[in-house]
T-cell receptor, first 111, second 111 residues
Framework: KAGVTQTPRYLIKTRGQQVTLSCSPISGHRSVSWYQQTPGQGLQFLFE???????NKGNFPGRFSGRQFSNSRSEMNVSTLELGDSALYLCASSLIGYGYTFGSGTRLTVV | TQLLEQSPQFLSIQEGENLTVYCNSS?????LQWYRQEPGEGPVLLVT?????EVKKLKRLTFQFGDARKDSSLHITAAQPGDTGLYLC???????????FGAGTTVTVRA
């Protein structure tokens, strides 16, 4: 079956702009989580959605937001980009109680 | 501050040697997962351990979950260059499904 698909793979944005990243989970998986990975901080949890509802949220500013659609696809948005937002953004889908399957990520560079 | 502390941070060994990676926390987790990540890709789930004291073997990899469900270890026997990668442990919270990652251990196996 198809894995978790994240688009785009690479993105370059300018400070102050906003960006939207997309994630299509494995068919049947209703939970989608987002993570930010940087060399200094490692993998940091952003938020998790289940059946279109945000169930958990990490410690990120309000500039980071997300949503999930009825087909379980999810998007995350970052507004007013800062240089420090440069990172690999990973999406993972899961069946509750089982392991998470990650996408290949979106590499965001803010210049 | 990471909820899960991994050690060592880096490990470089010769092909054929054994290695152990540790993952410790003061928190209790409902389950603990180990992932391996290669550059430019998302983490790939290796194993999920659920019961305190549980030991799981996956070919040359042995995973152990501590009795108190606060710590875990990954042991690789007769390491091969293909084992090279970033190994991440992650705990699933007892009260929510949030996945918290350790900082990771970079393993390099030299041929």
């Amino acid at each position: 079956k198809a894995g978790v698909t994240q688009t785009p793979r690479y993105l370059i944005k300018t400070r102050g702009q906003q960006v939207t990243l997309s994630c299509s989970p494995i068919s049947g998986h209703r939970s989608v989580s987002w993570y930010q990975q940087t060399p200094g901080q490692g993998l940091q949890f952003l938020f998790e959605y289940f059946s279109e509802t945000q169930r958990n949220k990490g410690n990120f500013p309000g500039r980071f937001s997300g949503r999930q659609f009825s087909n379980s696809r999810s998007e995350m948005n970052v507004s007013t980009l800062e240089l420090g937002d440069s990172a690999l953004y990973l999406c993972a889908s899961s069946l509750i109680g089982y392991g998470y399957t990650f996408g290949s990520g979106t590499r965001l560079t803010v210049v | 501050t990471q909820l899960l502390e991994q050690s060592p941070q880096f490990l470089s060994i010769q092909e054929g040697e054994n290695l152990t990676v540790y993952c410790n926390s003061s928190s209790v987790f409902s389950s603990l997962q180990w992932y391996r990540q290669e550059p430019g890709e998302g983490p790939v789930l290796l194993v999920t351990v659920v019961t305190g004291g549980e030991v799981k073997k996956l070919k040359r990899l042995t995973f152990q979950f501590g009795d108190a469900r606060k710590d875990s270890s990954l042991h690789i026997t007769a390491a091969q260059p293909g084992d090279t990668g970033l190994y991440l442990c992650a705990g699933v919270g007892s009260n929510d499904y949030k996945l918290s990652f350790g900082a990771g251990t970079t393993v390099t196996v030299r041929a």
